[in-house]
C-alpha cells in the first residue's frame, strides 16, 4: 500500500506540479489549498504519512494551520515538512516551536530534492 502525502499549497500550477511528481514516485497524494479545505480533510481522518505544507495561503496561515494539525491525536507525530518562500530566520524558528519536522525554502530545491526529502522522512 502506498503512503500518503498530504499537500498543503494554495497556487494550484505548484501543487499540481508536486503532486503529480510524488504520485510518479509511487505515493498516494491528498491536496489542499486553504485553510478550510485543510479543515475539512483533517475532520475525515484519514491516514497521512506526511503532509507538505506552505506557510502562505489565502484564508489561514501556515502556522495556524500546523497548531490545528498538532491538536489532532492522530497527526500529532505526523511528519511535516513546510515547503515556503519564507525564509526569514524568524519563520523557520517559529515553525520549528510549533512542531514541523523539516523546513524547506522553495527557490532552494527541486522536486527530486523534495522527494529524496520526502523518502528519507517515511520511505517509500
Avoid: C, H, W, Y
Avoid at 483533517?42 to 503532509?51: G, H, N, Q, R, V
Avoid at 519536522?101 to 527530486?112: R, Y
Amino acid at each position: 500500500m502506498s503512503k500518503t502525502i498530504f499537500i498543503v499549497e494554495d497556487d494550484l500550477f505548484l501543487q499540481g506540479l508536486e503532486a503529480t511528481k510524488l504520485k510518479k514516485e509511487g505515493f498516494s497524494v491528498i491536496t489542499a489549498g486553504s485553510g478550510k479545505d485543510v479543515s475539512d480533510i483533517i475532520a475525515k481522518k484519514p491516514t497521512i504519512d506526511l503532509i507538505l505544507l506552505d506557510l502562505m495561503l489565502p484564508d489561514m496561515d501556515g502556522f495556524e494551520i500546523l497548531k490545528m494539525i498538532r491538536k489532532e491525536s492522530s497527526f500529532l507525530n505526523t511528519p511535516v515538512i513546510v515547503f515556503s518562500n519564507l525564509s526569514e530566520d524568524k519563520d523557520i524558528e517559529k515553525a520549528k516551536s510549533v512542531g514541523i519536522t523539516e523546513f524547506m525554502i522553495k527557490s532552494n530545491f527541486n522536486l527530486d530534492e523534495l522527494t529524496d526529502k520526502v523518502r528519507e522522512l517515511i520511505g517509500k
